[in-house]
C-alpha cells in the first residue's frame, strides 16, 4: 500500500523541481508547522487525562511523555504498536493497570473519529460554490455526514446513560453462546464501557469535547501554515478538506511512520480541493511529513531517554501484552 500511494504521488514529477520548491520554503513557515504539530500532541496529552481512570492523579509529565514515546513508536514500529507502547509507559510510570490504559486509547480513537467526520461535514457543508450540481452534491453530502455524526453521538450518551444494563445483557448474550471469542468480545466491550465511564459529568464531557476540536484544529493549523510557506493559496475550508483526506488516508494499513500513504493522499487531497500542480503537491507533501515526521522522532527520542526507558523494554512488550 506504501508503494503504491508513493508511486501515486511521485508519477511524472520532476524531482529536481521538487526539491527547487522545498528550498523556497521560508523557515518560519516550516517552523510554524512543526510547532503546530508538537502542541497538538500536548493537548493530546491533557485531554487523555479525562479518559484515564484515575487520570487527575497522574502527572501531566507523564502523559506527555508516553504520548511522544508512543508516537515516534507508530514512526518507526509496524502494526501501530505506538499505542501498546504509549499505554505500557503510562502503566509503568503510574504504576496502573495496562488494560485500563488501553480502554482509554480505544474512547480517544472513537472520540478522533467522531471530531474528524465531523470537521469533513462541516468543510463539505461550507465548501465553495463550485456552480452546478458539484456544489450542491457537496453541500448534501456534508449535511449526511453531520447526520451521522449526530447519530453516533446520541449513542454513545444511551450507552453511557444506561452502561449497566448494556453490560448486563452482554454478560447474558456471552453465557448464551458459550463461546470462548464471545468471552472476549464482552471484555473488550467492557474495557470501552469502562471508558466510557470517565466521560460523566457534564463539565468533564465538555472539557472533552473541547480538547478534541482543539487538537484537530491545531493540526490543520500546522498544515495551513505549511501550505502558506509554499504560497498554495489554501482556504481554511480547503485545508480542513485536505486535512480530513490525509486522516482517513493515513488509517489504511501502511509501512511505520504513513510513509506513502501520506504522500499520495495529501498529493490527491491538493489535486481535488486546489488543483495544485503534481511538482508543488509533491513538495508539500514531502517536506510537511519528512518535518514533522523528524521533528516528534527527536522529542519522543528525548522523552524516551528521559524516562530511562530501553529498546530492549519497549521490544518485549509484545511477550508482555498476553499476561494483562
Not at 37 to 62: K, M, P
Not at 140 to 154: D, E, F, I, P
Not at 197 to 205: F, I, K, P, V, Y
Amino acid at each position: 500500500m506504501s508503494a503504491g500511494c508513493l508511486w501515486y504521488a511521485f508519477r511524472g514529477v520532476n524531482l529536481s523541481a521538487v526539491a527547487v520548491g522545498i528550498g523556497e520554503v521560508g523557515l518560519f513557515w516550516v517552523l510554524a508547522s512543526v510547532a503546530g504539530a508538537l502542541l497538538g500532541l500536548v493537548i493530546r496529552a491533557i485531554r487523555w487525562r479525562f479518559l484515564v481512570a484515575g487520570g487527575e492523579a497522574i502527572g501531566s509529565w507523564s502523559l506527555v511523555s508516553s504520548t511522544y514515546i508512543g508516537i515516534m513508536a507508530n514512526n518507526v514500529l509496524p502494526a501501530r504498536l505506538g499505542e501498546v507502547v504509549r499505554a505500557w509507559v503510562l502503566a509503568q510510570r503510574e504504576r496502573t493497570s495496562m488494560p485500563t490504559v488501553l480502554a482509554s486509547i480505544v474512547v480517544e480513537r472513537l472520540l478522533d473519529v467522531i471530531t474528524a467526520v465531523a470537521l469533513l461535514g462541516l468543510a463539505l457543508a461550507l465548501s465553495p460554490d463550485l456552480g452546478g450540481e458539484a456544489a450542491g452534491i457537496l453541500k448534501r453530502t456534508g449535511q449526511a455526514v453531520l447526520a451521522v455524526v449526530a447519530v453516533l453521538t446520541v449513542a454513545l450518551l444511551v450507552v453511557l446513560r444506561f452502561r449497566e444494563r448494556f453490560l448486563d445483557a452482554g454478560e447474558r448474550w456471552a453465557a448464551r453462546i458459550g463461546h470462548s471469542w464471545a468471552s472476549t468480545t464482552l471484555e473488550q466491550i467492557r474495557r470501552f464501557v469502562e471508558g466510557l465511564g470517565e466521560l460523566r459529568g457534564g463539565g468533564r464531557t465538555a472539557a472533552v469535547v473541547g480538547l478534541s476540536l482543539l487538537v484537530w484544529i491545531v493540526a490543520i493549523a500546522s498544515f495551513h501554515m505549511m501550505a502558506r510557506g509554499f504560497q498554495l493559496g489554501l482556504t481554511p475550508v480547503q485545508t480542513t478538506l485536505l486535512f480530513v483526506v490525509v486522516l482517513f488516508g493515513v488509517a489504511i494499513p501502511s509501512a511505520p511512520g504513513f510513509v506513502g500513504t501520506f504522500h499520495g493522499f495529501c498529493v490527491a487531497g491538493l489535486t481535488m480541493v486546489a488543483g495544485t500542480g503534481p511538482n508543488q503537491a509533491a513538495a508539500y507533501a514531502t517536506l510537511l511529513h519528512g518535518s514533522q515526521w523528524l521533528a516528534v522522532n527527536a522529542v519522543g527520542a528525548w522523552f524516551l531517554w528521559s524516562d530511562r526507558v530501553s529498546w530492549a523494554a519497549l521490544a518485549g512488550i509484545e511477550k508482555q501484552e498476553p499476561q494483562t
